[in-house]
Nanobody, 122 residues
């Protein structure tokens, strides 16, 4: 599975961005997919993930109610709609995929995109 994240940029606090992750390779619709982020000098952490059919989602407490994860299996694309952005959301955002839904651990994801930088100014 190959993943390509895009959509990052510079936005003011309170603004919105939508990240996309284009997937190719194996039948991506068979995989659970997620978003992670890594702030400067910090470890990569879980943001949100979605089951292969899109019916189940789970969010970290820090983004719950502000971010929405979704997928379009017909287009092999994963999305992350980010609203009410805060300066602490500044990070490189990575999309990832694995066979089974239900884990937030970085090490449990086998496939990773290259990351897209989101910068939120105060």
């Amino acid at each position: 599975v190959q993943l390509q994240a895009s959509g990052g940029g510079l936005v003011q606090a309170g603004g919105s961005l939508r990240l996309s992750c284009a997937a190719s390779g194996r039948t991506v619709s068979n995989y659970a997919m997620g978003w992670f982020r890594q702030a400067p000098g910090k470890e990569r952490v879980f943001v949100a993930h979605v089951s292969w059919a899109g019916s189940s989602t789970y969010y970290s407490d820090s983004v719950k109610g502000r971010f929405t994860i979704s997928r379009d299996n017909a287009e092999n694309t994963l999305y992350l709609q980010m609203n009410s952005l805060k300066p602490e959301d500044t990070a490189v955002y990575y999309c990832a995929a694995r066979m089974w839904f239900g884990t937030t651990a970085v090490g449990d994801y086998a496939y990773w995109g290259q990351g897209t930088l989101v910068t939120v100014s105060s």
